[in-house]
């Protein structure tokens, strides 16, 4: 009988992804509770929303479409090209990049002016799913 192969390891992944892009995989780190707690406050009675995981952080999707998340100890809301302009006038706003010189380019990753900010971030969120409500809806992937 011939010897079991190993089981693939997180770190053995890790690794494998490194050889295959050449880019060394970044090291995420847990949101606080603030953030947790905001988050929760921005999408607090939105009933449209279904919750999910992305990158291992609580998110929301709309139709199918990614409308928020959290992101290590920061929060991003998908939005329309106008509203990522006015958007980007807050100081302290600026493109989400969940790796540097990868940018998801709808949306915007808030600086905690905003996310404390229980009102300002709700009005934000909104904004974003007048947007992603506008998209076609995405179909479930099958697994």
Excluded: H
């Amino acid at each position: 009988m011939s010897p079991k192969p190993d089981k693939p390891t997180k770190k053995k992944a890790a690794n494998s992804a490194k050889k295959k892009s050449g880019r060394k995989m970044p090291v995420f780190s847990k949101p606080s509770a603030a953030t947790l707690e905001a988050f929760e406050r921005g999408i607090a009675g939105r009933t449209d929303v279904e919750r999910r995981t992305m990158f291992g952080y609580p998110s929301v999707f709309l139709k199918g479409n990614m409308l928020a998340c959290v992101f290590q100890d920061r929060i991003m809301v998908r939005l329309s090209e106008a509203d990522r302009v006015a958007a980007m006038t807050i100081d302290g706003a600026r493109p989400f990049e969940p790796s540097p010189g990868r940018a998801m380019k709808e949306y915007i990753d808030f600086p905690r002016s905003v996310v404390d900010d229980a009102s300002a971030l709700r009005e934000w969120v909104d904004r974003g799913a007048t947007y992603v409500g506008s998209l076609p809806s995405k179909k479930p992937k099958r697994r």
